[in-house]
């Protein structure tokens, strides 16, 4: 028997999405008494919640981002474990987007509700990928909703950085990249690619790349970038790769490095606008969430009748879906940065 429709019981607020007969909050931008968070990204993780209730991988990378006191309750609900929260049945998919990341399925009167977080669906081997769940209702993010964005596959991106290294091995390459998800899914791509010396990291990534390797996912032998203060003067890092936080190749922290090839793996990087505008020599279509087709392939396959969409390009994925007989809104979420892709 289906009971009353999730749009009566599910809220937009402006702490964020509210199941009401819950009393949760899925990914809320302030503190509350109960959280369900999908991944540890900053955008979608915040301290300060009574109750947080995630992966345990995305409960380790929060204590990591956050402190140990990070929440007083914590609650780690591994992948497929169903929990009862009131009258609601709450479990978590693999969503595929960085370790831990997960779909919140939820279940009331009837109704199957996935709320997706962030997703991506080509493979990743330092996550668990993207599993399809049937569904009443399926909310989407839509950070590259537009159909001009179409990820090639990673592997090429990475050949166009090993043939650079190639060409010009009397300069360094330091790559702009997340410290959550990117930088390790570089790292694990390059050592795919046969790419097996030292990679040099900027002390901002050393923290998650341990924790990645205590979760089991082999990056390889990872060096710090020498102290400056410590070893004045240009460095010599020539021929090699340096992993940086994207601010820091816009800081004067990366003079150290010589005369580098600035290097960004990022989504936006198709737009070739983006990349002049952050002096990029190198731009390197990397992305962790999901391109136009694969947004569009995601809703076809979890079959379900009405795609809601929390953020991103949400009018041109709603037209669009409603065209291929989807019944789509836009919910409008505020709160969540599309720079970390």
Not at 8 to 25: D, I, R
Not at 160 to 180: E, M, P, Q, W
Not at 304 to 328: D, M, S, Y
């Amino acid at each position: 028997m289906i009971g009353k429709k999730p749009e009566e019981w599910l809220k937009v607020t402006k702490n964020g999405l509210f199941v009401v007969p819950g009393n949760f909050f899925v990914d809320p931008n302030a503190a509350s008494d109960m959280a369900v968070i999908t991944h540890a990204h900053a955008d979608h993780a915040r301290s300060g919640h009574k109750r947080v209730i995630s992966t345990p991988e995305t409960l380790a990378i929060m204590k990591v981002r956050f402190g140990e006191s990070f929440s007083p309750s914590p609650y780690g609900l591994k992948y497929g474990k169903k929990l009862k929260i009131n009258d609601v049945m709450i479990w978590l998919a693999p969503a595929g987007h960085v370790l831990g990341s997960a779909q919140i399925v939820i279940e009331y009167e009837g109704s199957r509700v996935v709320v997706s977080g962030d997703y991506k669906r080509q493979a990743d081997s330092t996550c668990r990928p993207f599993e399809v769940v049937n569904c009443d209702v399926f909310i989407t993010e839509a950070t590259f909703g537009l159909p001009v964005f179409k990820h090639p596959k990673a592997q090429i991106e990475i050949k166009k950085l090993l043939n650079s290294i190639d060409l010009f091995n009397n300069r360094c390459h330091v790559i702009g990249t997340y410290a959550l998800g990117k930088a390790q899914r570089v790292i694990s791509l390059l050592r795919e690619s046969g790419y097996h010396q030292p990679i040099f990291i900027h002390g901002a990534l050393r923290k998650l790349c341990d924790l990645y390797v205590e979760h089991g996912i082999d990056l390889g032998e990872l060096c710090p970038v020498p102290d400056s203060r410590k070893k004045p003067g240009v460095l010599d890092l020539d021929g090699q790769i340096v992993l940086a936080p994207p601010s820091a190749i816009a800081d004067r922290w990366v003079r150290k490095l010589g005369n580098p090839v600035i290097v960004l793996a990022s989504g936006w990087m198709r737009i070739k606008q983006r990349a002049r505008q952050r002096n990029v020599d190198l731009p390197l279509v990397i992305s962790d969430h999901a391109d136009w087709d694969e947004l569009f392939q995601t809703f076809h396959e979890v079959a379900a009748p009405e795609i809601w969409v929390t953020h991103g390009r949400e009018e041109a994925i709603t037209h669009q879906a409603k065209l291929e007989g989807f019944k789509a809104k836009a919910l409008s979420l505020i709160g969540y940065d599309e720079e970390s892709t």
